[in-house]
């Protein structure tokens, strides 16, 4: 019977030392994440300039660029490992929001310029 709990003990430790190897690699993931989607922030500040035309074949490039930036912080927030609200704190929110109004940041931009 001992046994039998050691082992399931075991198996439970090694688990729960999977988990948490697996939840700080999705942490080190959002990190990486963060440091693009504040890049992406950048150049969307850049295209966005009233004194720029935002062409389409610009916002064409961009959503291309991070397309795969979208579906790590999309991945990220359907995982349950890592909460919501700490991708939050990262300003991977903020990045989906902007990501999702890309082209009428780019029909409100060309409306200044003109």
Do not use: W
């Amino acid at each position: 019977m001992t046994k039998i709990v050691l082992i399931a003990l075991a198996v439970i430790a090694i688990m729960a030392l999977l988990v948490l190897r697996q939840h700080l690699r999705l942490k080190a993931k959002a990190i990486r994440c963060a440091k693009e989607a504040r890049r992406f922030h950048e150049k969307l500040q850049k295209l966005s300039d009233p004194a720029h035309l935002f062409s389409d074949e610009e916002l064409h490039l961009l959503k291309k660029e991070f397309a795969p930036l979208l579906d790590d912080v999309n991945d990220l927030y359907d995982n349950f490992l890592v909460p919501n609200e700490y991708l939050d704190r990262l300003g991977l929110k903020d990045f989906m929001d902007e990501r999702k109004l890309l082209n009428h940041v780019q029909y409100q931009n060309n409306q200044r310029h003109k």
